[in-house]
Structures are given as structure tokens and as C-alpha cells.
């Protein structure tokens, strides 16, 4: 079992940032894809980013390329989404999601896969 747990959420103007968090904590045993997704009002939950156990690839939502910033650090067991130049568009629950997987391999992008997810966390922009 993981239990993940999202912080770092909150409302700013755009232009601004924000830094989420992502806090794992359960079986070290294995290796982890972890991802962020993200469901705004009365839409459907999409995959924002997401980087496999080796942080050697990581992939970003075409909206988000360039302003977001994924990293890992597997120390403390935290994945942390950095966003920045925030767009009214990026309002949303932010949520963490983790997979297991053979270390290094890809992680996949459907949500589907992903069997343990935080509680999420609110991003809002306003213009």
C-alpha cells in the first residue's frame, strides 16, 4: 500500500507560482511511476506530467511544456510539480498518482493505471 499525500496548492494571480508537493509514503519495497493529474470543473481528469522511478524521462502535457516542472527526489520520497507563468486555464485539483513498476521502465499516461492517488489538491488562477 502507498499513501500519497498532495500540499502546496492555492490561488494567485496569473503570471505566478506555485510549488506542489507530493509526500509517498508505504512500501519502499518497490519501484514507483508517479504523475500528476489534474480534473477542473466539469471536465474530465487529464494527465499533467508524470516521471518514471530513474527520473530519466519525463513527460509533460503539450498545455503545460515549458511552464511546468516535474522532479523527484526519491530520498525523501516526494514529487514535487513546479508551475509557473500560472494561466486562468490551469484552475484545476491537482491530484498525485503512483503505479508500480520495473524500475526504469515508462510510465504510462492513462489514468487508469495508476492505483494509488492523493486527495488532491486546489490550484486556482484568476486573471
Known amino acids: 500500500q502507498v499513501q500519497l499525500v498532495e500540499s502546496g496548492g492555492g490561488s494567485v494571480q496569473a503570471g505566478g507560482s506555485l510549488r506542489l508537493s507530493c509526500a509517498a509514503s508505504?512500501?519502499?519495497?518497490?519501484?514507483?511511476?508517479m504523475a500528476w493529474f489534474r480534473q477542473a470543473p466539469g471536465r474530465e481528469r487529464e494527465g499533467v506530467a508524470r516521471v518514471n522511478t530513474g527520473s530519466t524521462r519525463t513527460f509533460y502535457a503539450d498545455s503545460v511544456k515549458g511552464r511546468f516542472t516535474l522532479s523527484r527526489d526519491n530520498a525523501k520520497n516526494t514529487l514535487y510539480l513546479q508551475m509557473n507563468s500560472l494561466k486562468p486555464e490551469d484552475t484545476a485539483m491537482y491530484y498525485c498518482a503512483a503505479v508500480p513498476v520495473v524500475f526504469g521502465s515508462d510510465c504510462p499516461g492513462s489514468q487508469s493505471a495508476y492505483g494509488y492517488w492523493g486527495q488532491g489538491t486546489q490550484v486556482t488562477v484568476s486573471s
Open positions: 508505504g512500501d519502499p519495497s518497490r519501484s514507483y511511476c
